[in-house]
């Protein structure tokens, strides 16, 4: 899966195990599992003696064996799947056509149809374990006429747990897609796999149980609208007759049986517990901290290590867990710590220091830029920019601003990834860099001001057309202000030289061109999410940072930390610049909408506000540790003015 270089021992050693383990624990789990949908779906309160008996003889069955035999096999196959698609940054879509797009890429396609047919086998299975009138697709049919020869009719009950195993697969797949459920988030608070498990556990039967109620409603809508298509298909290719004496199930009365919606009920929660299972214990073995040496005596040894892990090019999954192993090891560990400290022999360099520094520098570095990226979009009111003119900005912005910038920008730069821009679209590289976050004029969200910027003029206007006054100035739209803004303070609105001028109605674009570009532009909380999606590999960077720093006043006997700490107090403070001009927009600062029961995981949500709070912690930190030592630490002016204010505790 992965080379050599790039963490193919890692995959190995410890993702492929831990990933087998997990599917080994949900196979262990399938018989308590199975054993209780058993009870569930022969469950009676008249005759509890007979019920028991029912499932003790159900259990021991043949069919029973080789359903979950079956069941074993769809286990380890959902096992399997989530393992390939498993990631540990969310795809965020910031339009609806970006969705659309990701929801009929054929390797989503394949993953939906996948689990479609595994819904088809686990219903089979769950019509021959219920049994009754579920257990068989044919019958003998009834004898009208008494010396006709027998025929074989349709059971159009098992039929319907068959479809409806189906069309759950492949909703739960769907969802999948949509709602990142196979987003593998890192817990705050590091847990034994044990206890983790059992906390987790009331919440997958919630969510199992709710979403089995609205997949069996969805499911009745189809069918009763559609299920005489599948119907009638399988009596032409299985030649199968259709028993007349019986009632069909497509109509309003054959839907209401209340033994069969409970069982269609039932069997849909099992389904989704089993795979919700599944799920669960991956992400809990795949996220437990792994401890990476910091140091090696052999060199063979060499790529295991810390530093060597976070300064080169690895899967990201083994990329998070490095961070999170160094998060840990700043807070808890001593003698790792004092290994990050030391020196190497013979030549006395920090080398651990400083290759652990200059990755959290990069990362830091890297959000920073794309931060203020995403702020010269909306400088220009979401109009989107063609690569090459972008470049060709950023290439003259550089080397004209490159002394006024050097001295409070820190040494260790990366380049700044498109993957916040390109993920939410489905673009070739000549697509625009900002098109996600092209505001939507017609949603609520839009401010007035624009709306009134962007209106066409009255012909007799006289600001209709070209100014050539020399003494009206062009005056660009503030990057922070709003309408709320201006009336507050009373200044006037945006000069109307600024304005463009109408376009002929002509040019307008056609309806269709219209509705395809409404359903490109950006929805209003999605982009910052986008923005944010990594955020977790930056909080700890700054928790690492920050806690190896307080550290060093204390165990640092070489002064290797002192070397740097301008550069992290620099990237620190131009970061929470960045963070602070980005919750000024609209939208930013909003609290997202609680997710409703979901087998999702909706964290990623909320990592903005997250690393907002984790910035000002890490520099609170460093100053309440360091105090007035911080006053001899060379900065820029405005990087010590807004220090002082951490150092007086008023921010």
């Known amino acids: 899966m992965f080379s050599a270089g790039s963490g193919y021992w890692f995959t190995q050693k410890v993702l492929c195990w831990r990933a087998a383990a997990s599917i080994a624990w949900s196979v262990l789990l399938l018989p308590a599992t199975t054993a209780a949908f058993v009870v569930l779906s022969k469950f009676s309160i008249l005759h509890p003696v007979r019920m028991l008996a029912d499932c003790a003889s159900v259990l021991v069955s043949a069919g029973s064996v080789f359903s979950f035999i079956l069941l074993t096999g769809v286990i380890i196959m959902v096992g399997f799947l989530t393992f390939e698609y498993y990631t540990v940054i969310p795809m965020i879509a910031c339009s609806k056509v970006a969705l659309l797009g990701r929801l009929l890429h054929p390797r989503q396609l394949l993953y939906c149809l996948a689990h479609g047919l595994m819904g088809v086998v686990v219903g089979w299975c769950c019509a021959v374990t219920i049994g009754y009138r579920y257990e068989t697709l044919g019958s003998v049919c009834p004898k009208t006429d008494g010396d006709g020869p027998a025929h074989m009719c349709l059971n159009e009950h098992h039929l319907l747990l068959l479809l409806e195993g189906g069309f759950v697969g492949l909703s739960h797949g769907l969802l999948g897609v949509i709602h990142n459920m196979n987003y593998v988030s890192f817990g705050t608070v590091q847990q034994h796999k044990y206890l983790c498990f059992k906390g987790s556990l009331p919440l997958a039967v919630k969510c199992s149980a709710a979403q089995a109620f609205y997949s069996v409603r969805n499911f009745l809508v189809f069918y009763f609208f559609l299920g005489h298509i599948p119907r009638a298909w399988i009596c032409r290719s299985l030649s199968l007759h259709l028993d007349s004496s019986a009632h069909p199930l497509d109509t309003i009365s054959g839907l209401l049986d209340l033994s069969l919606l409970y069982h269609l009920w039932i069997s849909a929660a099992y389904l989704l517990f089993s795979w919700c299972i599944t799920l669960l214990l991956f992400r809990i073995f795949v996220t437990e901290a792994y401890s990476f040496p910091v140091q090696s005596t052999f060199t063979e040894e060499a790529p295991q290590c810390l530093p060597k892990v976070l300064s080169e090019k690895q899967p990201m999954i083994l990329k998070f867990l490095a961070l999170q192993d160094l998060s840990l090891l700043s807070q808890h560990s001593p003698s790792r710590r004092s290994q990050v400290f030391s020196l190497s022999q013979p030549g006395g360099h920090a080398h651990n220091w400083n290759a652990i520094s200059k990755e959290c520098l990069s990362l830091l570095a890297e959000l920073t830029q794309r931060l203020v990226s995403y702020h010269e979009t909306v400088a220009t009111n979401g109009r989107t920019k063609s690569l090459s003119s972008s470049s060709e900005q950023k290439t003259s912005s550089e080397s004209s601003g490159t002394e006024d910038s050097m001295s409070s920008r820190p040494a260790f730069l990366m380049k700044t990834p498109a993957s916040v821009f390109l993920r939410s679209m489905g673009a070739g590289p000549q697509s625009p860099l900002t098109s996600p976050f092209t505001p939507d004029l017609d949603s609520p969200f839009a401010s007035p001001t624009l709306r009134r910027l962007t209106a066409p003029l009255d012909p007799g206007s006289p600001w209709h057309g070209s100014v050539q006054s020399p003494h009206v100035m062009r005056r ?154 911080l006053h001899a630490v060379q900065m820029s002016a405005e990087h010590r003015k807004r220090l002082q204010h951490f150092l007086e505790y008023k921010e």
């Open 476 to 629: 660009a739209p503030k990057l922070w202000s709003t309408s709320t803004d201006s009336q507050v303070n009373g200044s006037p609105p945006a000069s109307p030289a600024s304005l463009p001028s109408p376009k002929p109605e002509s040019s307008r674009p056609s309806f269709l061109a219209q509705f395809f570009q409404n359903r490109r532009e950006q929805l209003p909380e999605a982009s910052s999410q986008a923005l944010f999606a990594d955020s977790q590999a930056h909080i700890w960077a700054l928790e690492g940072l920050s806690y190896l720093v307080q550290a060093s006043f204390t165990e640092d006997q070489f002064g290797v930390v002192q070397t740097t700490l301008p550069s992290i107090l620099s990237s620190m403070l131009l970061l929470q610049e960045a963070v602070d001009r980005h919750f000024k927009l609209p939208h930013a600062s909003s609290k997202p909408v609680r997710s409703p029961v979901s087998l999702g995981d909706s964290s990623h949500k909320t990592l903005r506000f997250a690393l907002r709070a984790t910035l000002k912690t890490a520099i609170y930190r460093i100053t309440s540790t360091f105090g007035a030592h």
